[in-house]
C-alpha cells in the first residue's frame, strides 16, 4: 500500500507530458488521492446522467399534446362561465382637496386631517358595516390619501349599476362640502371683520394725523413749545399707522388661495361606460397561462404513470 501511494506521489510530480498527448492525457486524467484512483470517464458520464434531454422532453410533449390541449380548452371553458355568469361591477373615482384657513397663529390648519377624514368616509361607506356585515352594492372600496399630498384624498366606489358609484361619490362630496363649509365661512368671516376693523383703524388715523397736521401748521408761529410736543404726537401716530399699513397685505394674502381654500373636487365624477370586473382579456389571458402550465404539468404525469406501467409489466 505504502509503495502504491508513493508511486502515486511520483506521478503526481512529474514533469508535464509533451504537447503532442496532452489531449489523450486530459482524457485519461485520474483523480489520486491516497492511492484512490476515480476515471475521468466516471465524471463524464455522470454529467451526461444529469444532462436535460431536451429531445426527450419535446417528444413527451409531442406525444401527450391531447391532455395539453384539453388542459388548455378546461381552463378557456370555465373563464368564460366566469365572464358570462359574473355580474358586471362598475367603478368611479373622485379626487378631494381638504380645505384649510389660516389659524390664530398664523398658520394654514385644515379643516379636518385627510387620514381621518379617510378613515370616517371608509367606516360610514365602506364595504364592511359597523356591525361586521357586509354592505350592499354600491359602497366605498377604496379612501386614501394621495402620495406626495397631504390635503389630497382619492376615492374609489363600486355598484352593480352603471351610475349608482358615481352617484354616491356625488353624495359624499356633498356631504364633507357642506361640513366644511360652515368652518370655511366662519374662519374666512372672521379674517375679514379683523380685515374691516383695520381699515376702519387706518382711516381714523389718517383723519387724526389731518387734523394734527392742520394744528400743527398754526401752532408753529403761536406757541412753539405745543408745536413740538404736537409733533411727537403725531410721529407716533404714524408709526401706529405704519404698522397698520404692514399688517393689510398680509391679512389680504391669507384670506386668498391657498392659505384660505374651501373643500372643493378636483376631478369630474362620471359614470363608467364599461365595467371594471369581470376583465374578460385578463380572465383568458390567465387561463391560457394557467392551462398551458397545467396541461405541460400533465403530460408529464400521465408519461411517468405510462413509464410506471411499462416497468412493471416487464
Known amino acids: 500500500m505504502e509503495a502504491g501511494a ?48 431536451l429531445v426527450e422532453i419535446w417528444g413527451i410533449l409531442v406525444r401527450r399534446r391531447y391532455w395539453i390541449l384539453g388542459a388548455v380548452v378546461l381552463a378557456v371553458a370555465l373563464a368564460t362561465a366566469y365572464v358570462v355568469l359574473s355580474a358586471p361591477v362598475f367603478e ?52 386614501s390619501v394621495q ?17 349608482d358609484p358615481a352617484d354616491l361619490l356625488e353624495a359624499i362630496y356633498r356631504e364633507v362640502s357642506e361640513a366644511h363649509r360652515e368652518i370655511y365661512e366662519r374662519n374666512v368671516g372672521a379674517l375679514k371683520d379683523r380685515l374691516r376693523q383695520l381699515d376702519d383703524q387706518r382711516g381714523e388715523l389718517r383723519l387724526h394725523l389731518q387734523e394734527m397736521t392742520n394744528v400743527l401748521d398754526a401752532l408753529k408761529v403761536r406757541d412753539p413749545v405745543q408745536a413740538s410736543l404736537l409733533m411727537l404726537e403725531r410721529g407716533r401716530v404714524l408709526t401706529s399707522l405704519g404698522e397698520l399699513e404692514a399688517q393689510r397685505p398680509r391679512l389680504v394674502q391669507q ?17 363608467s361606460a364599461e365595467p371594471s370586473e369581470p376583465r374578460p382579456a385578463a380572465a383568458f389571458v390567465l387561463a391560457l397561462v394557467v392551462g398551458l402550465v397545467a396541461g405541460v404539468l400533465l403530460a408529464f404525469f400521465v408519461e411517468f404513470l405510462a413509464y410506471v406501467e411499462s416497468a412493471a409489466a416487464r
Open 147 to 163: 402620495k406626495g399630498t397631504s390635503a389630497v384624498i382619492e376615492l374609489v366606489a363600486q355598484g352593480d349599476a352603471r351610475r
Open 255 to 271: 384670506l386668498a388661495e391657498p392659505q384660505s381654500r374651501p373643500t372643493r373636487l378636483l376631478n369630474e365624477i362620471a359614470a
Open 92 to 143: 368611479s373615482r373622485a379626487k378631494i382637496e381638504v380645505g384649510q384657513v389660516v389659524s390664530a397663529r398664523d398658520e394654514p390648519m385644515a379643516f379636518e386631517p385627510a387620514e381621518a377624514l379617510t378613515t370616517r368616509l371608509l367606516a360610514r361607506y365602506g364595504p364592511i358595516a359597523p356591525d361586521a356585515s357586509v354592505r350592499p352594492y354600491p359602497h366605498l372600496t377604496q379612501a
Open 6 to 53: 508513493n508511486d502515486t506521489f511520483a506521478k503526481t510530480l512529474a514533469p508535464p507530458a509533451p504537447t503532442g498527448s496532452l489531449c489523450s492525457a486530459v482524457r485519461q486524467c485520474r483523480l489520486s488521492i491516497h492511492g484512490l484512483r476515480m476515471p475521468a470517464d466516471t465524471f463524464e458520464r455522470s454529467a451526461r446522467e444529469n444532462q436535460v434531454d
